[in-house]
């Protein structure tokens, strides 16, 4: 299984500035995926990731606001854009082992807070 | 697209007992349906997950059964432990070469009692 580093852990922000995550691999993924998630509730794919190629962003989500990179095969990042308090939450990213195999490991998330 | 339907919300059982909790889908070209765990302030963990072509999977406590044609699939812990209490959620994916379409549940609060 891939064991996969969130960085920062947590962040307290002010309203209309930006938050980049960083999401590590210890080995190469296919897939790698970012997600939210309010606490107490379920999580909402933001958008899947490519390589070398833009992210797919699910509905709801866009480029302005959630830009996404992945330079290769173990490193992504989602940037929160002109963030306001209701971008408070948990981002969580996601990698999957590669082309043969569906199952996604988590990070440990990113708790935000946007003041 | 993909809508997965996760019950109950929450769920109570006394140590020992058994535990079911129950994800319907709507997308018949879902293929891939793991199960996971999440503690509070932990990082969701794969507890056990089945594919399209079979129709149940056994891992000590935890079993998954899948119908394909009703579109349902539970996830069932026998003999729980305190250490189950967390909160489960389905997930419904559709896999086909290197692309994956992903739709959680809602999430089942599961609260084992001593």
């Known amino acids: 299984s891939a064991v996969i580093s969130q960085k920062p852990s947590r962040d307290i922000c002010q309203r209309g500035t930006s938050l980049t995550i960083q999401c590590q691999v210890d080995?190469?993924?296919?897939?790698m995926f970012w997600y939210r998630q309010q606490p107490g509730q379920s999580l909402t794919l933001i958008a899947t990731a490519n390589q070398g190629s833009e992210a797919t962003y699910e509905s709801g989500f866009v480029i302005d606001k959630f830009p996404i990179s992945r330079p290769n095969l173990t490193f992504s990042t989602l940037t929160v854009s002109n963030m306001s308090p209701e971008d408070s939450s948990i981002y969580l990213c996601?990698?999957?082992?590669?082309?043969?195999?569906?199952?996604?490991?988590f990070g440990p998330g990113t708790r935000l807070l946007v003041l | 697209g993909e809508n997965v339907e996760q019950h109950p919300s929450t769920l109570s059982v006394q140590e020992g007992d058994s535990a079911v909790i129950k994800c319907t889908y709507s997308d018949s070209a879902s293929n891939y349906f793991p199960w996971y765990k999440q503690e509070l302030g932990k990082r969701p963990q794969l507890i056990i997950d089945?594919?399209?072509?079979?129709g149940e999977k056994k891992d000590q406590r935890i079993a998954v059964t899948l119908n394909k044609t009703a579109k349902h699939f539970s996830l069932h812990i026998t003999e729980t432990q305190p250490e189950d209490s967390a909160v489960y959620f389905c997930?419904?994916?559709?896999?086909?070469?290197?692309?994956?379409?992903?739709?959680f549940g809602t999430g089942t609060k599961l609260q084992v009692i001593p």
């Open positions: 997930a419904a994916i559709t896999f086909s070469g290197g692309y994956q379409k992903v739709t």
């Open positions: 080995s190469q993924v296919t897939m």
């Open positions: 996601s990698g999957s082992g590669s082309a043969y195999t569906e199952t996604q490991y």
């Open positions: 089945i594919r399209s072509n079979v």
